[in-house]
């Protein structure tokens, strides 16, 4: 994935990329916090497995849309084990939200197609 400066160029975004953004949304994780989070919220639906996650996670770095985080959770929600943890750039905000609006309107255009049939 490419550095860009307009969201809508890197749309659409894979499967697995759109959930790690969303995983960010809600705060600074760990690698592991973020595959562990994902897992739950999709009920186990998803699961990215560590070589995958660390490889897309690499790419949103590059493409600006994560940063690794210089600070540290409060020391008692920490885990000492982990070392890096990661949070949404102010662009990866945007690009997920752009990503939330293709899907929406992908959405709204499907159910009234299948309405219609």
């Known amino acids: 994935m490419e550095y860009s400066d307009t ?18 949304c809600a705060g600074e994780r760990h690698g592991y916090g973020i595959m562990l ?11 990215l497995g560590p070589g995958s996650f660390y490889r897309i996670l690499s790419d949103a770095i590059a493409a600006g849309l994560v940063e690794e985080s210089k600070l540290r959770p409060r020391p008692d929600i920490d885990d000492a084990r982990r ?10 905000r ?19 197609v299948l309405a219609s049939s």
Do not use: C, D, W
Not at 37 to 47: D, F, S
Not at 83 to 92: I, Q, V
Not at 94 to 112: D, H
């Open 7 to 24: 969201p809508a160029n890197l749309l659409p975004l894979s499967s697995a990329l759109f959930h790690i953004l969303i995983s960010l």
């Open 37 to 47: 989070e994902i897992a739950e919220r999709t009920e186990k639906q998803v699961k």
């Open 83 to 92: 070392t890096r943890y990661y949070r949404l750039t102010s662009f990866g």
């Open 94 to 112: 945007k690009v997920a939200e752009a990503e939330t609006e293709r899907l929406s309107a992908m959405l709204t255009v499907t159910r009234r």
